[in-house]
């Protein structure tokens, strides 16, 4: 049937794309160079169910110095008390408190840029509340920067997920960077537009961010691990996405409503756009909702095979739960509505909202 063969083609690029980055896709390891201090910086509004064991995976950090700088927020909860207890035990920990965000700022673009001003290090470690460190990470990630002169390394942490609502949207992070993204992030081309990075887990060099006007360069943008890789690039420097899965964990929401609305925030900038979104339908929905209709035809079976089986490949090299293979075509439709659904409301200039905070229904870097 023709139509199978056009779902076949459409499947052939993932696949493709999918196996050369799985093979490629290094994993960071060794000893960084002597007189390397890392500076693990956290933005934390109300994150009193999370910073003490961001705090203790980070402390126990292992193979160069390091230093944790954590930035209140303006949070309503106990996180200024229980970084003030670290603090007042362990001479590497610092409480900063956030001032006012200023006009055209969000708030954890704002936080990471008052952070960077506040750390010491020779290299710079972002990361989220919920993510937890491996002991080598810090160490691996500055190593591999050195050792590959690149100036961004950023990783997906392995994603913990706890419920079915997770399931049916947080693994498409994975899957989509790794089978859709060309050269899957890695240095081996700076093409601003093929950037990628994850702002749960992104190591710069000091100098290098510094140079290129740190995150407030990016000031006005909600996804700022992209816009940041984006502008590292632009400006002639190496960025890379590593295996992060080794490197840390994170469970990034709490059921479907956190996840729903998660998403929805940062896909105001990636693909929901109105020229992207209906090219990304065809492509995913294509490869991996069409074959289902034109069963029992043999290449639409094939076809339905190979995603399954690309997106398990996927899933053991990111150490994400293997019950969610099943659930990858759903995975895809959900990932689609949340798409289209952030483009509607973009649309009707709904403002997006996040951590109390409201931010215009479009924002630009």
Not at 125 to 147: E, G, K, S, T, W
Not at 219 to 241: C, M, N, P, Q, Y
């Amino acid at each position: 049937m023709e139509y199978a063969h056009i779902a076949l083609a459409l499947a052939l690029m993932p696949v493709v794309f999918g196996t050369v980055n799985l093979l490629r896709m290094a994993r960071p390891r060794g000893a960084a160079p002597e007189g390397t201090l890392v500076s693990i910086l956290i933005p934390a509004r109300n994150e009193a169910a999370n910073i003490a064991a961001c705090l203790d995976a980070a402390l126990a950090s292992t193979g160069c110095a390091v230093e944790v700088v954590v930035m209140d927020d303006g949070s309503t909860d106990d996180t200024a008390a229980i970084v003030s207890g670290y603090a007042a035990r362990d001479a590497r920990v610092r409480l900063v408190e956030a001032p006012s965000l200023p006009p055209g700022w969000t708030g954890k673009v704002h936080a990471c840029a008052r952070l960077a001003e506040a750390a010491g290090g020779t290299h710079l470690l972002f990361i989220d509340a919920d993510v937890r460190l491996a002991p080598h990470a810090a160490c691996a990630m500055a190593a591999h920067a050195a050792a590959k002169r690149i100036a961004m390394v950023s990783g997906v942490p392995r994603q913990i997920i706890g419920s079915l609502g997770e399931a049916l949207t947080v693994p498409f992070i994975n899957f989509l960077l790794i089978c859709y993204l060309p050269f899957g992030g890695r240095a081996t081309s700076r093409q601003p537009g093929l950037a990628a990075a994850c702002g749960q887990l992104i190591l710069v060099e000091r100098r290098a961010y510094e140079a290129i006007g740190g995150h407030g360069a990016i000031k006005g943008v909600l996804h700022d691990g992209i816009a940041l890789a984006r502008l590292f690039r632009s400006r002639g420097h190496d960025t890379e996405i590593v295996d992060g899965a080794p490197l840390a964990t994170c469970r990034m929401y709490d059921g479907f409503g956190p996840s729903w609305d998660g998403f929805i925030k940062n896909a105001r900038e990636g693909m929901a756009t109105p020229i992207g979104l209906p090219i990304w339908t065809v492509l995913l929905a294509g490869a991996h909702l069409w074959p289902w209709a034109l069963l029992p035809d043999a290449e639409a079976l094939l076809t339905i095979v190979l995603m399954f089986a690309l997106r398990a490949a996927v899933t053991i090299r990111t150490g994400e739960p293997w019950w969610t293979v099943p659930l990858h075509p759903l995975t895809v439709l959900v990932a689609l509505a949340i798409q289209w659904a952030a483009l509607l409301r973009s649309a009707l200039g709904i403002k997006a909202g996040w951590k109390g905070r409201a931010y215009p229904a479009t924002r630009t870097a």
